[in-house]
């Protein structure tokens, strides 16, 4: 199975992390310059992504879509509308320059680098995902990365600002979950955007209500661009 161009900018600093973790320890150039190519590469194929995106025709693309428990109707599904294709390129950006920026870094770098190229990666997953449950999955492997950032490289209560910012990023992941369920379980049973989507739209509208909503989000951040 060939890699999609969004798989390889979601990869790309994920296997840079993985990379970065064998380099000898003294060798902090090298994870520097690991770090800000494998990001730099994502960068250029975003930046490929948002410009290659045909706003006329609009709607997701780029498409890939892989079962994974198709009785469930999860998949490892992805793709970009005009919402998320510059959603990527600015994660793509943010990330690069925050790679340059540890060029002057000296405390840890390989965990640090390990570290922030975990986040980007999932973070580019957050932004391409269209099943929900890959959505979530990206999404909890941020809350780590984040809490070990930031109570590890922090400021003044670096151990408290990090533990009260992943308790809030933890429970807003727990609300999502639960409004997310109760749409799998109206919409037909699955996990995919579009399935759910068209699921809710053949829902009656009293019962649709707000479960609806999450479709029409969905759609209309398809147009946005």
């Known amino acids: 199975m060939s890699l999609s161009i969004l798989t390889l900018i979601m990869l ?29 590469f994502s960068l250029l194929l975003s930046l490929y992504v948002c ?6 025709l609009g709607g997701f693309q780029f498409i890939e879509k892989t079962d994974w428990l198709p009785s469930l109707g999860i998949s490892y599904h992805v793709g ?21 920026i540890t060029f002057r870094l000296e405390d840890r770098v390989r965990e640090y680098l390990s570290f ?30 984040v809490y070990v950032l930031v109570a590890g490289w ?12 992943t308790i809030y990023l933890f429970l807003g992941s727990l609300v999502a979950i639960v409004g997310l369920l109760a749409v799998y379980f109206k919409a037909g049973s699955s996990f995919n955007f579009f399935e759910m989507q068209a699921g809710i739209a053949a ?10 909503r999450f479709g029409s989000c969905r759609s209309s951040s398809a147009s946005a661009c």
């Open 80 to 100: 970009v509308d005009g919402f998320s294709a510059p959603q990527l390129l600015l994660t793509a950006i943010v990330g690069f320059c925050a790679c340059l």
């Open 203 to 212: 829902l009656p509208p009293r019962k649709a209500s707000p479960s609806r």
């Open 12 to 40: 790309a600093p994920v296997i840079g992390s993985v990379i970065v973790l064998l380099i000898p320890k003294q060798q902090d150039l090298a994870m520097k310059i690991v770090a800000a190519a494998s990001v730099g």
């Open 116 to 145: 922030l190229l975990a986040l980007i990666g999932g973070v580019f997953g957050s932004f391409i995902a269209l099943d929900v449950v890959l959505m979530l999955i990206f999404y909890e492997l941020v809350l780590f990365p």
């Open 51 to 56: 410009f290659a995106y045909d706003r006329v």
């Open 154 to 165: 922090g400021s003044k209560n670096r151990e408290y600002a990090a533990m009260k910012l």
